[in-house]
């Protein structure tokens, strides 16, 4: 009965994460949604995963440590890899700053590199059921996933100050603000609480105020007409329906910037023959046949519509 409240909770976030992808077609908000989701399934998940294995194993207590290691290691880090990397592309996007293939080499060469070094020490010299190191090793990930994620949220907080317009910069760095505080009181004092099940439900709850302030800026800007980003443009829309990839994004700007193939891929860090294959995966999907069909294309669509709905 217990989990029936943090199923709830899951599912009300995920549900206006996704409302507000599909009423105001935003890259960030598809990324946002992304980042709920694996957030979500990660707490969703480790909790019970613990007393379900113990229960079908028959485990005592004493084998806790290793499991909480186990779990740790095939459940919670992968999950928060994910969670992490779209919170990343998430906050980027937010302050309209665009990742490319070098944010993605590092961010996964990174993180398995992390991955194998906990594995090497699970693994490694220690007796399965005595690890002194493990203990410190999980803590110091706590810790340093907290750093991780309070400075994505200062970082948005400072790169706010590049949008030109005043009420998107203003919401935004009070969308950051709230986001801040929440996980920071979560983590001060949700963990402080000798009731495990109180901080369990907590880890759902503190994600919901900057959701609602989220969700309230988008329809309070659709309202008064601000020319911001809850005014989706046809291009915008254009390219969330023919389901087009970031990076074949930045491919089709080069393309009407008149860039040849070659260009493209210098500027990129691609190869000439991924450029081609961006090309066609782009033909295929807008429809068209040619660069110059795809630049009458684009130059077309990128007038805002008036009246978004």
């Not at 490319?100 to 992390?114: A, D, T």
């Not at 329906?241 to 930045?250: F, G, N, V």
């Not at 080069?254 to 090309?279: C, W, Y």
């Amino acid at each position: 009965m217990f989990y029936f409240f943090p199923i709830l909770i899951s599912a009300i976030s995920l549900w206006m994460a996704h409302d507000l992808r599909r009423r105001y077609p935003q890259r960030y908000l598809s990324f946002h949604f992304y980042y709920l989701l694996f957030f979500q399934i990660n707490n969703l998940v480790v909790r019970p995963v613990h007393a379900l294995i113990m229960n079908m194993l028959g485990l005592d207590s004493s084998m806790l440590p290793t499991l909480n290691v186990l779990v740790l290691i095939f459940i919670a880090f992968p999950l928060f890899t994910l969670a992490l990397y779209w919170l990343m592309r998430f906050a980027a996007a937010l302050v309209d700053i665009a990742l490319g293939s070098r944010f993605n080499r590092w961010f996964w060469l990174i993180q398995v590199g992390l991955y194998l070094l906990i594995i090497t020490l699970f693994f490694g010299s220690w007796s399965l059921y005595h690890r002194p190191i493990l203990p410190l090793v999980m803590d110091v990930l706590d810790v340093l996933s907290i750093f991780v994620l309070t400075s994505i949220h200062l970082w948005v907080i400072v790169k706010s100050s590049r949008i030109e317009a005043p009420r998107q910069r203003l919401g935004i760095r009070r969308f950051a603000i709230i986001y801040l505080v929440c996980f920071l009181l979560f983590n001060l004092f949700g963990f402080s609480l000798e009731m495990p099940r109180i901080t369990f439900l907590l880890g759902f709850i503190y994600v919901l105020p900057p959701l609602f302030y989220l969700r309230h800026h988008h329809h309070q800007s659709l309202r008064q007409g601000a020319p911001i980003e809850a005014k989706a443009t046809i291009l915008q829309e254009l390219f969330l329906r023919s389901s087009i990839t970031e990076r074949e994004e930045q491919v089709i700007e080069r393309v009407v910037a008149g860039k040849s193939n070659a260009q493209i891929a210098d500027e990129l860090f691609i190869s000439l023959p991924t450029v081609k294959n961006h090309m066609g995966s782009i033909f295929r999907k807008l429809e068209v046949g040619s660069r110059m069909q795809l630049a009458h294309l684009i130059r077309n669509s990128s007038t805002t519509r008036d009246n978004p709905s």
